[in-house]
């Protein structure tokens, strides 16, 4: 792969109006080291952009600023000239930007929101387009098209917030409890349809945890799923590529000091551990990387994308669980650590996905 001209602008975007907020400024601090280290140096030219928990956004000095502390700013430190939330232009410098490299994670950047604004800029950014990201991040929706594809899935119901409110306002319809209930099971998860890094998910062992996790998950999504709880491992897979030429790492297993890998798990050290390679069989690594692939252009994702099974070690069933078209880079991170076991360190694995970015945006305008 040629190297990028050394005049190559990347514009390093994070933070962001989401409940992922600290876990993007982490990754972002991982990648600009990544992009900043002696060979990336001499390719790319990096500008830092902060978005604050409003939607603002802040020019390199204040982003720097944030990175280097590692958390955002206090509250009404940086002092905005804007009370209004929200996008309100870009700082100095971003119209320069040659590349955006996204850095984050959840709603209003993992969704297609910020992908559609780069589209409409005409510049080419990391990760999947407008679709892929909208479909990846949207549980209903991404298992809508997982079902289509007919990759395997563990039993689940969609439920709206409307669902879940009788006329009176006294909570879930019997009806409805039942039907979970007799589809699903204990245990079961209730999740949020639009939320990552586990944020809202519950655990529900019966009636009374069922209603706390519907209310929960419903107070920060309109849509959520409930999935039936299964006995398994939890693999990993890392994607990366353009559009038609996406290829999988080796897999990764999560192993954690917890009953299930909740958000607490996965972002403290010491609760959780990863077995790179994943100690399973030749056959289900090639069969995990290939779902892993199908995964992926089931729902239009492509760039990056780290996808995440349930495997039964009892039945050899291997069920998707979900995709995630912005993952984590931070020490924790499968991705990063996935396509180091695979062969291609973080410095290099940033310049394939800067490059992949200027491929697939050359592939847009000649599908245009």
Known sequence: MPDAPSSTLVGLVFGGASGEHAVSIRSAQTVLAGLRDEANAQRYKTLCFYIDRLGRWWPPDIAEAVLARGAAPETGDPPSSSARPGFQGFPEGALEVDVWFPVLHGPNGEDGTIQGLFTLMGVPFVGSGVLGSAVGMDKQAMKAAFASAGLPQVPYLNLSRGELTLADGQGPPEALLERIEGTLGYPCFVKPANLGSSVGISKAIDRPTLLEGLRTAAALDPRLVVERGVVARELECAVLGPPGSLR????????????????????????????????????????????????????????????????????????????????????????????????VPLTELLHHLLENARESAKFARYAA
Not at 256 to 271: I, L, P
Request: glycine share 6%; hydrophobic share 45%; charged share 20%.
């Open 248 to 343: 999988a790492s080796v897999l990764g297993e999560i192993r954690f000091d917890a009953d299930w890998y909740d958000y607490e798990a996965k972002y403290s050290e010491g609760r959780s551990h990863t077995l790179i390679p994943a100690p399973v069989s030749e056959e289900t690594q090639t069969r995990a990387r290939a779902m892993a692939v199908a995964a992926c252009e089931a729902v239009g994702a492509s760039g990056l994308a780290r996808v995440d099974f349930f495997f039964s070690e009892a039945d050899q069933d291997l069920w998707l669980n979900e995709i995630n078209t912005l993952p984590g880079f931070t020490s924790q991170s499968m991705y990063p650590m996935l396509w180091a076991a695979s062969g």
